[in-house]
């Protein structure tokens, strides 16, 4: 079982990252693509974690690790 | 309309980023997760751009800034 958590900035928080790579396209001629935020997936295997196990796993390392719940939003995807 | 683009390293590229997720996670007691992978998720606005338009448009900002093709994968994803 595979796992992928996608992480991302709450609205509100600034972006410089985003607000960087909206200014590059803009450079290029992007000039459609604009509100870029930039944000993180992780990607990882489960080994043979139960499919009842796995989302509360998931949803623990999140919260321990992988997300800054104070400035960022996560989702998860299990994938079999 | 919107548009997520999804960039991972290809198979085989190491992954320091995501071999010290790795290891934070061992360190954590979450010895389930391996092959851990880190990518990045660029979601932006492409404001009236047709739906027609709107594909080949991210397909060439992809190839021209948001991914190193060398190394990277991407996908695309676009949303109403």
């Known amino acids: 079982m595979k796992a992928r958590v996608t992480i991302s900035l709450k ?3 600034l972006d410089p990252q985003g607000k960087a790579i909206e200014n590059a396209l803009h450079g ?12 993180k ?12 196990d796995a989302p509360a796993a998931v949803e623990k ?16 995807e299990l994938l079999d």
Chains 1, 2 share one sequence.
């Open 11 to 13: 609205n509100g928080v």
């Open 61 to 76: 390392m999140c919260t321990q690790l992988l997300a800054n719940t104070v400035i960022e939003n996560y989702s998860i």
């Open 28 to 39: 290029l001629g992007f000039d459609q693509a604009n509100d870029v935020r930039q944000g």
């Open 41 to 52: 997936v992780i990607e990882f295997d489960l080994g043979n974690t139960s499919k009842e």
